[in-house]
């Protein structure tokens, strides 16, 4: 079961819990929703908030969710679920019923959605959203070696509102 906690007494490895363990980017409600999963983001202080930022590729289906919400969450899971969270990075939920291939539980919070096996849910009011710009890159290497089709992630930062834990 998971239980709300005060997020300042958050104590997890940003490095390994998302770049190497992974995590589940979600959002939308009971009616409709997407999961992705998600390699890139971070955590920290910004405009004097808490908050968590995110980055989709335009062609993600669970961009279309974030962008019409006004929460989205952050979900990371124990060891024993990377079969899924690498379901959910590789198929779309155009095409696949994603809690039903890989055996996950929408759990419906605060306006949003998770899954109900996280060990750590975030949930993020989304305060800004920005699409990259070639232009701005200051190091072309990094550009054309992570965005050969052109495809530039739109940056979410998302005020953390509520955390639970297991």
Known sequence: MLKEFDISKLTFNPF???GKDWCLISAGNEESFNTMTASW???G???NKCVATVYIRPQRYTKKF???ADMFTLAFFPEGYRDALAFCGKYSGRDYDKPKETGLTPWFVDGSVAFEE???VIVCRKLYAQEMSADSF???DVLNKNYPANDLHTVYVG???KAYCR
């Open 45 to 47: 202080i910004l405009w």
């Open 16 to 18: 390994e819990r998302i």
């Open 118 to 120: 996280a060990d750590l």
């Open 138 to 140: 200051v190091d072309k």
């Open 66 to 68: 974030v962008d019409e």
């Open 41 to 43: 983001g971070g955590v």
């Open 159 to 161: 005020e953390i509102v």
